[in-house]
């Protein structure tokens, strides 16, 4: 049977949590050091000018990602759909930004100039959006979801975020599928092709139920928690030594993926944009 | 009696009445089964037991006091367990899950590890401790649900339908759980719609119907009943049924398939 577009985007973006989902691949690495250096070299993509440096950072991601070598696939899923997004909400920048104009586009009533800045614009915006997604999906795939939790805390970022973060990554499967069960369940009433806007309408309905079912699960997650909590301040968390022991060779990787990550940001301010 | 539930009403939002006069108690040892329709309060009553929700009248009382004064330490002698296995594992790992607890009542994590190990080997669920819960089976999930509240030892478990969506082999596995926890002194409370589960472990069977809480009398004169069980939508065990079909007149009815086996090694015959 054919699906619709919402429900193989779901069914998508389901596996590729559960594909991003994972126990650390490498688990030489620092969790602390590994977060650190995934946040300076985001921070570094997302606020880059130029493309130089989006550019070596996208390099950079290829590189781990191919060292890690957990889910290339997801990698590249997430990879595609950020620069896919990023690209089509840029796309009025390339409007709407004055400069040189390279093309005109009439549309009867107006007609729409193209401007060279406003296209190299979106081309910067869009490279550094898919850097810094690029380059955060491969430190997740080294150290895995537990990885980046237990280097929040590490980081010494508070209990509650770590706990909201460590609840998301069981929660958020578990909501996408319901909601391919719920869209499956509408999908299998629909007898006839019907007019995409009536098909479409049924569909959306899903939302309600959603967050219907989403507000059920949080009471009875509450009462889950409220359950097993005999102390009224929050329990003790797993400690971060649970980790495996790193050891020389371990430590001088972990220098060397901090020294990258705060060289790279050095090395834009040399080179310039 | 440890646990006693008297005459509780309860509303959700909404003017939602679900309980309009719920009463039960259970003490140690004891297996008490309440058997209801869908929607028709067991889990609210199992909720307002554990002291999760506050009744709007009537009283919940542990070991004679009433457990809203003796919580949140009070939540240790109370294990609770959800239908939905889903809802109740919320931690990344299996061995999280089971420690949760352990962190808030031992000191150290050696102690923690010590004892997660030999409850990890008890429910079978030594290659399963660094793994999600949220992508076991059915069967695994529930097992994990069992151990994370069975290992910090409460005296009361109230586990609501413990036998939902689970396959045969699982259902006996849970059984044997319920079983030795009663013979170790813990008093059982289980809400079920399995009429031959509750045969088979219940010390007393409630009904409840319309908010209200009837019966508590002994399993074999519940399950005989079928005017009280028609209020829960159930029908006799299908072993007693089938004995009466065959014209069986024994003293004691069958309820379960060995108490059949036994009254034909007895020498009853069709009559």
């Given at each position: 049977m054919?699906?619709?577009?919402?429900?193989?985007?779901?069914?998508?973006?389901?596996?590729?949590?559960?594909?991003?989902?994972?126990?650390?691949?490498?688990?030489?690495?620092?969790?602390?050091?590994?977060?650190?250096?995934a946040?300076?070299?985001?921070?570094?993509?997302?606020?880059?000018?130029?493309?130089?440096l989006?550019?070596?950072?996208?390099?950079?991601?290829?590189?781990?990602?191919?060292?890690?070598?957990?889910?290339?696939?997801?990698?590249?899923?997430?990879?595609?759909?950020?620069?896919l997004?990023?690209?089509?909400?840029?796309?009025?920048?390339?409007?709407i930004?004055?400069?040189e104009?390279?093309?005109s586009?009439?549309?009867?009533?107006?007609?729409?100039?193209?401007?060279?800045?406003?296209?190299?614009?979106?081309?910067a915006?869009?490279?550094?959006?898919?850097?810094a997604?690029?380059?955060?999906?491969?430190?997740?795939?080294?150290?895995?979801?537990?990885?980046?939790?237990k280097?929040?805390?590490?980081?010494?970022?508070?209990?509650?975020?770590?706990?909201?973060?460590?609840?998301?990554i069981?929660?958020?499967?578990?909501?996408?599928?319901?909601a391919?069960?719920?869209?499956?369940?509408?999908?299998?009433?629909?007898?006839?092709?019907?007019?995409?806007?009536?098909?479409?309408?049924?569909?959306?309905t899903?939302?309600?139920?959603?967050?219907?079912?989403?507000?059920?699960?949080?009471?009875?997650?509450?009462?889950?928690?409220?359950?097993?909590?005999?102390?009224?301040?929050?329990?003790?968390?797993?400690?971060l030594?649970s980790?495996?022991?790193?050891?020389?060779?371990?430590r001088?990787?972990?220098?060397?993926?901090?020294?990258?990550?705060?060289?790279?940001?050095?090395l834009?301010?040399?080179?310039?944009? | 009696?440890?646990?006693?539930?008297?005459?509780?009403?309860?509303?959700y939002?909404?003017?939602?009445?679900?309980?309009?006069?719920?009463?039960?108690n259970?003490?140690?040892?004891?297996?008490?089964?309440i058997?209801?329709?869908?929607?028709?309060?067991?889990?609210?009553?199992?909720?307002?037991?554990?002291?999760?929700?506050?009744?709007d009248?009537g009283?919940?009382?542990?070991?004679?006091?009433?457990?809203?004064?003796?919580?949140?330490?009070?939540?240790?002698?109370i294990?609770?367990?959800?239908?939905?296995?889903?809802?109740?594992?919320?931690n990344?790992?299996v061995?999280?899950?089971?420690?949760?607890?352990?962190?808030?009542?031992?000191?150290?994590?050696?102690?923690?590890?010590?004892?997660?190990?030999?409850?990890?080997?008890k429910?079978?669920?030594?290659?399963?401790?660094?793994?999600?819960?949220?992508?076991?089976?059915?069967?695994?999930?529930?097992?994990?649900t069992?151990?994370?509240?069975?290992?910090?030892?409460?005296?009361?478990?109230?586990?609501?339908?413990p036998?939902?969506?689970?396959?045969?082999?699982?259902?006996e596995?849970?059984?044997?759980?319920?079983?030795?926890?009663?013979?170790?002194?813990?008093?059982?409370?289980?809400?079920?719609?399995?009429?031959?589960?509750?045969?088979?472990?219940?010390?007393?069977?409630?009904?409840?119907?319309?908010?209200?809480?009837?019966?508590?009398?002994?399993?074999?004169?519940?399950?005989?009943?079928?005017?009280l069980?028609?209020?829960?939508?159930?029908?006799?065990?299908?072993?007693?049924?089938?004995?009466?079909?065959l014209?069986?007149?024994?003293?004691?009815?069958?309820?379960?398939?060995?108490?059949?086996?036994?009254?034909?090694?007895?020498?009853?015959?069709?009559?």
């Amino acid at each position: 049977m054919k699906r619709s577009l919402t429900h193989s985007f779901l069914e998508a973006l389901r596996d590729t949590v559960n594909d991003l989902n994972h126990e650390a691949s490498l688990k030489s690495f620092n969790p602390t050091i590994t977060l650190l250096s995934a946040l300076i070299l985001t921070a570094t993509a997302s606020f880059s000018t130029g493309v130089k440096l989006p550019t070596l950072i996208l390099l950079l991601s290829v590189a781990l990602t191919l060292y890690a070598r957990p889910s290339t696939y997801a990698w590249v899923k997430v990879v595609l759909i950020v620069a896919l997004w990023s690209l089509l909400v840029s796309i009025p920048l390339a409007f709407i930004t004055s400069g040189e104009i390279i093309a005109s586009l009439p549309l009867g009533f107006a007609t729409l100039r193209v401007s060279r800045e406003g296209v190299n614009t979106l081309l910067a915006f869009t490279l550094r959006a898919t850097s810094a997604a690029a380059i955060f999906t491969a430190f997740y795939q080294i150290i895995g979801w537990r990885g980046m939790v237990k280097g929040l805390r590490g980081l010494r970022v508070p209990s509650e975020l770590t706990a909201m973060a460590s609840l998301s990554i069981t929660y958020i499967p578990l909501f996408l599928r319901e909601a391919v069960r719920l869209l499956s369940a509408r999908e299998a009433r629909i007898m006839k092709k019907g007019r995409l806007r009536r098909v479409w309408w049924m569909l959306t309905t899903v939302i309600g139920d959603l967050m219907l079912k989403g507000y059920e699960r949080a009471w009875r997650l509450e009462k889950a928690l409220r359950a097993k909590s005999f102390v009224e301040t929050s329990p003790r968390s797993a400690p971060l030594s649970s980790w495996r022991p790193l050891k020389a060779p371990d430590r001088l990787k972990d220098l060397g993926l901090m020294g990258l990550a705060l060289f790279i940001p050095v090395l834009n301010l040399l080179i310039g944009p | 009696m440890l646990l006693k539930v008297e005459k509780v009403r309860f509303k959700y939002p909404g003017n939602v009445e679900v309980l309009r006069n719920a009463s039960f108690n259970v003490d140690r040892g004891e297996v008490v089964a309440i058997i209801g329709s869908n929607g028709s309060g067991k889990t609210t009553l199992l909720l307002i037991a554990a002291g999760l929700l506050k009744p709007d009248s009537g009283l919940v009382l542990l070991d004679g006091e009433p457990l809203e004064k003796q919580l949140p330490e009070a939540r240790r002698r109370i294990g609770l367990l959800f239908q939905d296995p889903d809802d109740q594992l919320f931690n990344p790992t299996v061995y999280d899950e089971l420690a949760f607890t352990l962190r808030q009542l031992l000191s150290s994590e050696e102690e923690v590890k010590a004892k997660v190990s030999i409850f990890a080997e008890k429910f079978r669920l030594k290659g399963l401790l660094d793994k999600p819960p949220y992508r076991l089976s059915v069967g695994e999930k529930r097992r994990v649900t069992l151990a994370s509240i069975l290992i910090y030892d409460p005296d009361v478990l109230l586990l609501d339908e413990p036998t939902a969506n689970l396959s045969s082999k699982s259902v006996e596995e849970v059984e044997q759980v319920v079983l030795e926890a009663s013979e170790a002194g813990k008093a059982v409370v289980i809400t079920s719609h399995d009429v031959e589960f509750v045969a088979k472990l219940a010390n007393r069977v409630y009904v409840i119907s319309n908010g209200l809480t009837l019966g508590g009398i002994s399993t074999a004169s519940a399950l005989t009943d079928e005017n009280l069980l028609a209020l829960a939508d159930m029908k006799p065990p299908i072993i007693l049924r089938a004995s009466k079909l065959l014209g069986f007149n024994v003293k004691e009815p069958p309820l379960t398939i060995e108490a059949f086996a036994k009254a034909l090694n007895e020498g009853y015959r069709p009559s």
